[in-house]
């Protein structure tokens, strides 16, 4: 199954070491930790100075607009800066833009720039660098990763070229109207892609060579307004970033950022645990290991894949009142905070519904389904499922077991564990659960054979050769549903279950229509709660990761799925500590 709706936002790194620069660097880890032992009582003020690393995986290209690999995604975010960013609530706050209007009923954001912002190479920011970024999006082709973000806020029945949805109009340096051809609830946040300087790329006048300078892969020189600009980068080794004594926020107190380049993300935590980096995040779910280090903290956050059970509206069972009531029993009858506690070790935010835990549009009907037995077997008795033969297993008024398989790419450990906890917990309310997997990891598992089994079950599940599947979807930061749920969506396989409703189809077309922020709220409150009282799907939970961060670096640390590397510019490490490197 393709994740259509996603911005991947993993952040990993791999790096090979010799004997002897491990030998070397526990050295530098143990004698930090001694020193920390003994000044944990300390309080630090900010101070300047020192460098950090921080990783990245091998990519093509420096250019923001072009990048398409994770790690850089989030490391361009030091150098470039966009008209708005996402806060820690999911919602839009001002970066480059001083303040908003939004009119013509949702079809015309007014935009005062800042005005003293200033480029990397010292020329002044203006709306004409705006207009020239819109441009060059509108030109580059289809598959770049702010057109697909773009997509992806228009929702998958309203799909558009862009050159005809959004435009620039300059009213003077610092003011601009940013014009769509409809009114839609995401607009804003189609606002957070990364400002280029005209400047750099025209000669004169703007026009198509200007574009395909902005969009070139090879030899791209960033230059950016945020709190760190480019130095140099040495093919496949290291990315070197300066503090910009220019920012406008004020200097950020680490001089240095140093990117490694690094081949691939199997040994991330290898490079953390040997100080080769200062900086990553979790894989799997196990980093309570690093509890008991004095060299590391330990930031969680809740990352956008989520996991969910999904149900195949083309069979008789799952149909009508009864399917709602089969479904609602399901919901009720799952212990998810077992689910997280034995198999994610904890490391998960139970919710009823795909909308991240931490958004602003987060409703008070996104998690009502707790854990009940009693609840659950009452819902199958008002359907009129009995066991009258007594083997736990309840049969309908024509005596047919009431049964159902259970699909699942099994070789994701952590998926498979968790089919089998609910399996089991649904035989206990009297549903017999067939396993439509493979109940045993191969002992030479490798990431080909992965690879293949998920195609396998993709195929299985686009042909609708399924009852319920447990998978996951990784979700963009813009909320947007319509790829899931509505009736048109059937045709593409992304509503994978084949879900057909009247009613939620409107829901979502009034979310994606909603012209105010505040009629966004309201949309996506009605639209949650028809999720909670139909259940499409019956959500589990959303998993977590956690930031690992080496305790010489001291400061606000507010890590999210979408920029892990939150307020870096505030960051600092006490002088003791910068000879760290």
Known sequence: MRYKKCLSLVLIVLIVLTATGCNKDNIVKDNFSNQEDKKEQIEYSPVEGGQIALPLTTFNTLNPLMTENDSYYFFSKLIFESLFEFDSNLNIANKLADSYSIKDGGRVINIKLKDNVLWHDGEKFTAEDVAFTVNTIKYASND???KKIFSSALGSYNNSDISRIMDVRI????????????????????????????????????????????????????????????????????????????????????????????????????????????????????????????????????SPNYEFLGFNFNKEIFKGEKGQGLRKAIAYGIDRQSIIQKVYLGHGTQT??????????????????????????????????????????LEDENGKKLSITLTTNSYNSLRLKAAEMIASDLKKIGIEVIKDFDENLPNNLTEEMVQKQWEQINEKINKGNFDVALLGWRLSVIPELSF???????????????????????????????????????AYGNLQS?????????????????????????GDMNPNFYNPYEGI???????????EN
């Open 484 to 522: 899931a749920f509505h009736t048109s969506q059937i045709k593409y396989n992304t509503n994978i279950i084949k879900y057909s409703n009247e009613t939620m189809d409107q829901l979502l077309v009034e979310a994606f229509n909603a012209s105010t922020r505040d009629d966004k709220i309201k």
């Open 569 to 579: 510019e505030k960051w600092y490490i006490p002088k003791e500590f910068q000879q």
């Open 352 to 393: 009823d519904v795909p909308i991240h835990p931490d958004s602003w549009l987060i409703s008070e009907d996104s998690n009502i389904y707790g854990f009940n037995q009693g609840k659950a077997k009452e819902e199958l008795a008002k359907l009129g499922f009995k066991d009258t033969d007594k083997d736990g297993i």
């Open 530 to 554: 028809f999720i909670t009282k139909d259940l499409p799907y019956v959500s589990l939970f959303f998993k977590n990761k956690a930031l690992l961060v080496d305790k010489k670096i001291i």
């Open 144 to 146: 770049t990763i702010y």
């Open 171 to 302: 009213l003077d340096n610092y003011n601009i109207d940013i014009v769509f051809d409809r009114s839609f609830s995401n607009n804003l946040e189609t606002l957070t892609f990364p400002i280029i300087p005209k400047h750099k790329f025209t000669q004169g006048k703007e026009d198509k060579n200007a574009y395909i300078k902005a969009i070139e892969l090879k030899e791209y020189t960033p230059i950016g307004t945020g709190p760190y600009k480019f130095v140099s980068y040495e093919k496949l080794k290291t990315v070197n970033l300066e503090a910009n004594e220019n920012y406008r926020e004020g200097k950020p107190y680490i001089n240095k950022v140093v990117g490694k380049v690094l081949e691939n993300e199997d040994l991330t935590l290898t490079a953390f645990e040997t100080g080769q980096i200062d900086v990553t995040t979790s894989i799997g779910v196990d980093w309570e290991k690093y509890d008991q280090s004095n060299r590391v903290k330990i930031l969680e956050f809740v």
